[in-house]
């Protein structure tokens, strides 16, 4: 599903990980629940610091997953497959749940 190229560029990526970081899955049972679980699978196959746990939540939307410390409750939230932009935001989200600092300036944080 990722390219080698894109592939190379997160495994780099996720080198800045300092902390277990968990992608918890809530499938259901359509061709897209799939292909986020082997998008999410790939990525955790690059680290050994990503695991993707498969747990079926409540009324939530589906497919979905979310990302946590090991052990926290999840935080950030994404349903479905995330492209484009959204593939970045993912990406982020890995890297600061997993210890990685934001870089930003003071103004910029207060900003976002």
Avoid: C
């Amino acid at each position: 599903m990722l390219s080698v190229t894109l592939r190379s560029q997160l495994q780099t990526y996720l080198r800045n990980i300092r902390r277990p970081v968990e992608l918890i899955v809530s499938q259901g049972g359509s061709q897209e629940s799939s292909e986020m679980l082997t998008m999410l699978n790939e990525i955790a196959s690059l680290t050994d610091l990503v695991t993707v746990i498969e747990e079926q939540q409540g009324d939530e939307r589906k497919p979905s997953f979310s990302i946590r410390q090991t052990g926290a409750k999840p935080g950030i939230q994404f349903a479905a497959t995330p492209t484009g932009p959204e593939f970045s935001s993912l990406v982020l989200a890995i890297l600061q749940v997993g210890g990685h600092p934001v870089i930003a300036d003071r103004k910029t944080m207060e900003q976002i």
